[in-house]
């Protein structure tokens, strides 16, 4: 069964630094493989506070990461220095979103495909959703393994809905947010579920899964992800990325509001998780590379 691991990114304040800095690559306490590309990302950090509150958070959640677990997994030292390569998917390397799918048909013989049309065959259907209408839901996923990747969920996960926000007290949809280039979308498989509920909010559908996407310039972050535990076995993990790359190879003809401009898909480090994530990454096409931002 494949199941997902998490990346969040956190607030964070600012921290001083030179004036370019490699994301996932600190070359003080690594020495990196070479081998890896190096490619600069434009995050835009000077467009808009959410610009640079995402821009901060995002460099000093990774930058100085140095995970033990991820050590023990890779059974590699500090200095071998796998644990800051990104995982990366570059638009521009398929013309289409056919193309990205003949691609990922090559790779596990297409099992990614087949998992995502297990969704698909349920009739499960992925949005973009209003996050405070369907907290339950989020929490009743966040709840539903207490291990994920081999390791108990991050606190930050198990919280109650009060916590998260509390019960929905209206009907909401997703608003377009202020700035195009930098904010958060909220993407969720649902299964469609006459007279279901949310508190009191009638939604009809159940939230399986979610993905909160955050763009930040050419460049788009699964921050959260995750997927309910007894869902996992129909490929929604799978089926909520496939929707999300078809519909970014779609707006990007028709320049989208939202969408316009990205180039590319960052998922955590590539080396991270267990080997259902890695796995995972690597039937998707996720590829390694070493990410440099400028402020
Ligand atoms: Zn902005």
Sequence with gaps: MEELNHAMVEDSGSIPGPRSRELFLSKERYTCDEDYPLISV????NCCSMARKHFEGCIQHYIRRNDPDMKRLDG????GGRYDIAAYLDLNRWPSYQDYVHACKKKHKGSALRHANKAAREGFHANIFSWPMHIPDV????????????RPMKEGYLRSVEEMGGYPEKKTFYQNPSCRLHHVVPWGVFKVEKGYKQGKIQTDEKLL??????????????????GHGDYLKYGIMYFLHFTIMRWLYLTKEQKGYLTNGIRYIMYAQYFSGNQGLRQWKHKTLFEPARLIVYD
Excluded: Q, W
């Excluded at 929490?139 to 081999?150: A, D, F, P």
């Design 139 to 150: 929490v009743e996923i966040n709840h539903s393994k207490e291990i994920r990747c081999g």
């Design 76 to 79: 590699k030292t500090t200095n």
């Design 42 to 45: 434009d995050f835009e950090p």
């Design 209 to 226: 899964a979610y993905i909160k996407f955050l763009r930040l310039g050419e460049m788009v972050l699964y921050t959260l992800i995750l």
